[in-house]
């Protein structure tokens, strides 16, 4: 799945601030310096998922949605798209903060979150001698890409019946 907006229940996987020196000839963020980070973000929730080493086999497919420009704060969101026998299918969802105002203007408000490209990429859970070997996902990772339902404890409330922590005594000296 990608995020059309930042998901607000989960942190990016990876999120970095572009520089000068991610620049291409025209000056804006050269698309191979995201693919880099994106391909970088769905190798740490494939390792997570899988427990163990990955190489990336594909980058299935790679839309760029809107520029990317020096100052941009941009965060790579993880979603696991699919499990097989030895690889594993990795959605990336880039999203940007602007910070500063890009040369030639700008129809997106400063400090606002958009998303600038999405990928999917997948990878192959390797052994030692780097062939494929079966994935058994850790018990561990389930979070990391299938959020559960959320079981809160029952809030205290205060009712009549029930008038909650009285109020903290202030013990001064
Ligand atoms: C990844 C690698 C070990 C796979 O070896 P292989 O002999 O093709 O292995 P298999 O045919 O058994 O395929 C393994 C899995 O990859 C998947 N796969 C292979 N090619 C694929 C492709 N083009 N797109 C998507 N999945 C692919 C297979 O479907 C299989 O998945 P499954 O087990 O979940 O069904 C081998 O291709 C390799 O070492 N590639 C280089 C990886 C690398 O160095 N990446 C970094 C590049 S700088």
Known sequence: MHFESPPPDRAATVCTLAMPKDTNALGDIFGGWLMTHADVA???LAFRVVGGRVVTVAVNEFIFLEPVFVGDVVSFY?????????SITIDVSIHVTRMLPPG??????LGASLAVANATLTYV???????????RPTPTAGHHHRPKAR???PRRT???????????KN???
């Open 78 to 86: 993880t979603d696991v798209a699919r499990i097989g026998r030895t």
């Open 42 to 44: 769905g190798a740490i």
């Open 125 to 135: 859970h390797v052994g030692e001698n780097r062939r494929p070997r079966p994935i």
């Open 158 to 168: 205060r009712t009549p019946a029930s008038p909650g922590r009285p109020p903290r």
């Open 151 to 153: 079981t809160a404890a």
């Open 104 to 109: 030639g203007g700008t129809r997106h408000k």
């Open 171 to 173: 013990r001064g000296a």
